[in-house]
Nanobody, 121 residues
């Protein structure tokens, strides 16, 4: 079955960096687009970045220049490098995948369970 497992979350001070990983299994990885989302306490889930099956990327304005999405088709992995982290980045971060949809909306068919990121000031 399709499985997405996020890792790499944790606690970091403001200005620090983290690299999130998403391990995918159960489907033909290279045919899928992926995205990273987050949900902060009391807020709705928001799209951060996405990457197509051909490697095209897109970013939300609030993370552009700080976050970088990438994929490794040989390892069935998707990554989110997060730099210059701020307390407002504190949230649960989710990986999503879909064989058709690619964008920053929530129309992805498959979701991971999330990993917590906490940024302290």
């Amino acid at each position: 079955q399709v499985q997405l497992v996020e890792s790499g979350g944790g606690s970091v001070q403001s200005g620090g960096s983290l690299r999130l990983s998403c391990a995918a299994s159960g489907f033909t990885f290279h045919r899928y687009g992926f995205a990273w989302f987050r949900r902060a306490p009391g807020k709705e889930r928001e799209g951060l970045s996405c990457i197509s099956n051909s490697g095209g990327t897109n970013y939300a304005d609030y993370v552009k220049g700080r976050f970088t999405i990438s994929r490794d088709n040989a390892k069935n992995m998707v990554y989110l490098q997060m730099n210059s982290l701020k307390p407002d980045d504190t949230a649960v971060y989710y990986c999503a995948a879909d064989p058709i949809y690619w964008g920053l909306g929530r129309s992805y068919g498959y979701w991971g369970q999330g990993t917590q990121v906490t940024v302290s000031s």
